[in-house]
């Protein structure tokens, strides 16, 4: 019973590199979340895709992408990375748009 | 949009008492869900309660409990005979019925005494 899984669980970049942060979930939802955790201000949505083949921007979505590649999968892109974007991220799945999330253990994020 | 707040950042409660974390939001929705979240040092979230706001009864899960009070958009969170175990920060979140996010507060972190 896997869950969410998330990777990596660590990473550190410089700023301007780029990487793909990878999530699959093995429970057959349909909607995938990323989040991103940052001291006192909570989680906040980067983007979010309510079933396989759509995807929505969140609360934060600047200097992101993503992509649902399958029901399975959803990966968060940093195409230039930035110092302002060193964060903890969290990817989530429901089974749909208005029950509750479930986490996966998250990615420490430093970008130096 | 939609605002929670947990203005309490952090609580101390010695082990085997009880404890309440305050949550306040902010919706002009009538059907909505809300959530406690428990995230530990592990930084794993875990689904602590769930209430769903056409529900006048309180949710309850073993030691946890809600105080939900719509009229006043207030829903609590009471732990009862605290464990070193529930020592954690916890999230208060809010959802719309037809809504595909979650709303957070900024978390109220628990310390447990023993």
């Known amino acids: 019973n896997a869950g969410v899984t998330q990777t990596p669980k660590f990473q550190v970049l410089k700023t301007g590199q780029s990487m793909t942060l990878q999530c699959a979930q093995d429970?057959?939802?349909?909607?995938m979340y990323w989040y991103r955790q940052d001291p006192g201000m909570g989680l906040r949505l980067i983007y979010y895709?309510?079933?396989?083949?759509?995807?929505d921007k969140g609360e934060v979505p600047n200097g992101y992408n993503v992509s649902r590649l399958n029901k399975r999968e959803f990966s968060l892109r940093l195409e230039s990375a930035a110092p302002s974007q060193t964060s903890v991220y969290f990817c989530?799945?429901?089974?749909?748009?208005?029950?509750?999330?479930?986490f996966g253990q998250g990615t420490r994020l430093t970008v130096v | 949009a939609q605002t929670v707040t947990q203005s309490q950042p952090e609580m101390s409660v010695q082990e085997a008492e009880t404890v309440t974390l305050s949550c306040t939001y902010d919706t002009s929705e009538s059907d909505y869900y809300l959530f406690w979240y428990k995230q530990p040092p592990s930084r794993q979230m875990i689904l602590v309660i769930r209430?769903?706001?056409?529900?006048?009864q309180n949710a309850t899960e073993n030691r946890f409990s809600v105080n939900f009070q719509k009229a006043a958009k207030s829903f609590s969170l009471k732990i009862s005979d605290s464990q070193l175990g529930d020592a954690a920060m916890y999230f208060c979140?809010?959802?719309?019925?037809?809504?595909?996010?979650?709303?957070f507060g900024a978390g109220t972190i628990l310390r447990v005494k023993s």
């Open positions: 895709s309510a079933s396989e083949g759509t995807t």
């Open positions: 989530a799945s429901s089974v749909s748009q208005n029950t509750e999330a479930f």
């Open positions: 209430q769903e706001a056409y529900k006048q």
């Open positions: 979140a809010y959802r719309s019925k037809y809504g595909n996010k979650l709303v």
């Open positions: 429970m057959n939802h349909n909607s």
